[in-house]
């Protein structure tokens, strides 16, 4: 039977690198944001990203039809890990996560806002994914799962031991080549790679922590705050 491994992740919190982790994998397939294309044309978040055209133009628009056909399609490793944006859950029936593993993927507010408004400048909550992981986690203890919540810090600080946990979870064996790969993209990449993934291109595993010592910029405070409150509140509950 397949395992397919959905992580929920925000933006900017080294899902990609995640990703890179897990295709090392032999036994694992890797599967890029599929339902970002869905979330584009859900909402007016085509008007700021950056690429929107040809994502929707690359990808499947129909949500439904991507929990069908790619989510629960066939594929010829034992392993699927889905990288996945939260925000991207539009108008979606999330009855299917009753039969996919889910992780979610959060990271201190400061450390994420100051590397995403780079790219989408001014923000809105939802692009966030802050409200939607902690809905997530409401929603999957109510059909009986405990989702496994990872910090993006804690994986930077000791990624053996946070693979090992993650793999643990999921019920695979731990690998260790998951802790290195080749610089440069990965076929798997979706087409708003050269928007988004310029560090992790440039990587060979997990960058060392570094905390940010950057100012919060007057214009998001407000909706920094917000975002702590709701990341205070899942990772009170993340144990």
Known sequence: ??????????????????????????????????????????????????????VIDDQENDGQKVIDEVI?????????????MTHHLVDLDWSFMKDTINVILTRE????????????????????????????M???????????VIDSKEVLINPRKKLSEFCEYVGIPFDEAMLSWQAGARPEDGVWAKH????????????????????????????????LEYYNRLVSRKD
Request: net charge negative; charged share 20%.
């Open 196 to 227: 988004w993934y310029h560090n992790v291109h440039n990587s060979i595993g997990f960058q060392p922590h570094q905390p940010k010592d950057e100012v919060v910029p007057e214009h998001i405070r407000e909706l920094y705050n917000r975002c």
């Open 109 to 136: 507010p400061k450390e994420m806002l100051t590397s995403f408004i780079k790219q989408i400048p001014n923000p809105t909550l939802r692009d966030t994914g802050y409200p939607q992981h902690l809905e997530l």
């Open 72 to 84: 629960f399609g066939d594929y010829d490793t034992p392993v699927v890990f889905f990288k996945h």
């Open 138 to 148: 409401e929603y999957l203890k109510s059909i009986g799962q405990t989702p496994l």
């Open 1 to 54: 039977m397949v395992k397919r491994i959905c992580v929920w992740s925000g933006p900017r919190n080294i899902s990609t690198a995640l990703m890179y982790s897990f295709a090392q994998r032999k036994d694992t397939t890797v599967v890029d944001e599929p339902l970002y294309a869905h979330y584009l044309t859900s909402t007016h978040a085509d008007e700021y990203h950056p690429g929107a055209e040809e």
